[in-house]
């Protein structure tokens, strides 16, 4: 296989079903060697009863890419290392981490317990950090002994993580956090070779039956837009030397478009050179607020 990926080495975490297993076939595809990580639990985080990993590197064998599956819990330091360590030891390199895993336990806040709280952001939250940390520290390496890498780092946030969404807290504060994380990876990382940049995928998963569920019924002929594998050439071409200059941004993915999400920047000021009274300071805020954008609408509001 050949292609802007050719020879370079990939990780993609939660790449045993939906946007990960397409991720990982199409970087296989544009001639990346791959390894495949998933822990193979359910929707819940909860184990299941097979390996997806290994169908999926079947897969990519069978298309005549290289691949290797890592069945490795990515949210602890020790499973974390080894998805390093397995791209070292297969191949002797790693040039791009693509963070992807996550479940959901989708609750309003007044019902939502301690432990889904706490399930959702290790998984998301720390799933990527963990990961992210360890490539990083092979890379400052690598940059250190004057073998600078062309890396690359892609991040899975969400819509909901940049508008919010209803039932979602603990998801939408992990995917909140996890652009909060690109950029200061970003900004962290270059000195060292490395680029990081986040998407917010649309597509039909596991985890978004219910939310599309309106729209997958019938998909367009010859063109499902909520289909995974819309969201994987952007991912590939971030992964890639291609995208060389390109850091620190976010990208909203969904069927054939692409956007670029422009975040928190100031808008409407006012300085009155002096403290304000609560009075003086709720009149100005609602003049400023007035003269501001509406944000978006909170998805499910």
Wanted: proline share 4%; net charge negative.
């Amino acid at each position: 296989m050949s292609g802007i990926c050719q020879d370079r080495v990939v990780a993609v975490t939660g790449a045993g079903r939906g946007l990960g297993r397409a991720h990982a076939l199409a970087f296989a595809a544009e001639g990346a060697r791959v390894v495949v990580n998933d822990l193979g639990v359910g929707l819940d985080g909860t184990p299941g009863p097979d390996s997806p990993a290994g169908r999926v590197v079947d897969e990519i064998r069978a298309a005549g890419g290289e691949a290797v599956a890592h069945a490795g819990d990515i949210a602890t330091t020790e499973g974390a290392a080894s998805l390093v360590t397995t791209a070292l030891e297969a191949y002797g390199r790693l040039d791009t981490l693509v963070n992807n895993a996550g479940f959901l336990r989708d609750r309003m806040l007044v019902n939502l317990g301690e432990d889904d709280w706490d399930a959702v952001i290790r998984v998301h939250l720390k799933g990527h950090f963990l990961p992210l940390r360890h490539a990083a520290a092979h890379w400052r390496a690598e940059a250190k002994a004057g073998r600078t890498p062309v890396a690359r780092v892609v991040h899975t946030s969400s819509g909901a993580g940049l508008l919010g969404s209803v039932g979602q807290g603990n998801y939408s504060a992990a995917k909140a956090g996890i652009v909060g994380l690109t950029l200061v990876a970003a900004a962290e990382l270059a000195r060292y070779g490395v680029q990081v940049n986040a998407i917010a995928p649309a597509a039909r998963t596991r985890m978004t039956e219910r939310t599309f569920a309106a729209t997958m019924a019938a998909p367009d002929a010859g063109f499902d837009a909520m289909a995974p594998e819309n969201v994987a050439p952007l991912v590939v071409w971030l992964g890639s030397a291609a995208s060389a200059g390109v850091t620190g941004r976010v990208f909203e993915a969904e069927g054939g478009r692409i956007t670029v999400m422009e975040g928190w920047r100031p808008g409407p000021s006012a300085d009155k050179g002096a403290r304000w009274s609560p009075a003086e300071a709720g009149e100005t805020a609602l003049k400023l607020l007035a003269e501001a954008e509406t944000p978006g609408a909170v998805y499910g509001a």
